[in-house]
C-alpha cells in the first residue's frame, strides 16, 4: 500500500512562488509514475502535472505549463511540484498521485493512489 504525504502549501501572494513535495512509502517507489492534481472549492479535482517513473516524461496542463515544473528525487522518495508566477486561480487543495501506469495519471478517478493534500491559497 503506497502512503504519500504532501507539505509546502501556504498563502502567498499573486507572482510568487511555493514548492510542494510529496514523501511516499510503502512501494518501490522508483517504478511509481507521479503526479499532481488540484481541487478549487466547488470545482471537480484537475489534472495539473504528471511524471513518468524514470523522470524523462512530463506532462502539463495548459494553464500551468511554463509556470509550474514537476520533479523527483528516488533517493529521497519525494516529488515535487515547483509553482512560479502564481495566480489568484491556483489557489486549491493540491493533492500528490501515484500509479504504476502513467497513462492513468492524466485523469483523477483513474488515479490509484492519493495523498491528502496541502492547501496553497494566492492572495491577489
Known amino acids: 500500500q503506497v502512503q504519500l504525504v504532501e507539505s509546502g502549501g501556504g498563502l502567498v501572494q499573486a507572482g510568487g512562488s511555493l514548492r510542494l513535495s510529496c514523501a511516499a512509502s510503502?512501494?518501490?517507489?522508483?517504478?511509481?509514475?507521479l503526479g499532481w492534481f488540484r481541487q478549487a472549492p466547488g470545482k471537480e479535482r484537475e489534472f495539473v502535472a504528471r511524471?513518468?517513473?524514470?523522470?524523462?516524461?512530463?506532462d502539463y496542463a495548459d494553464s500551468v505549463k511554463g509556470r509550474f515544473t514537476i520533479t523527483r528525487d528516488n533517493a529521497k522518495k519525494t516529488v515535487y511540484l515547483q509553482m512560479n508566477s502564481l495566480k489568484a486561480e491556483d489557489t486549491a487543495v493540491y493533492y500528490c498521485?501515484?500509479?504504476?501506469?502513467?497513462?492513468?495519471?492524466?485523469?483523477?478517478?483513474?488515479?490509484?493512489?492519493w495523498g491528502k493534500g496541502t492547501l496553497v491559497t494566492v492572495s491577489s
Open positions: 511524471l513518468d517513473w524514470s523522470g524523462s516524461m512530463t
Open positions: 510503502g512501494l518501490t517507489f522508483s517504478n511509481l509514475d
Open positions: 498521485a501515484a500509479d504504476s501506469i502513467y497513462g492513468r495519471l492524466r485523469v483523477a478517478v483513474s488515479v490509484n493512489y
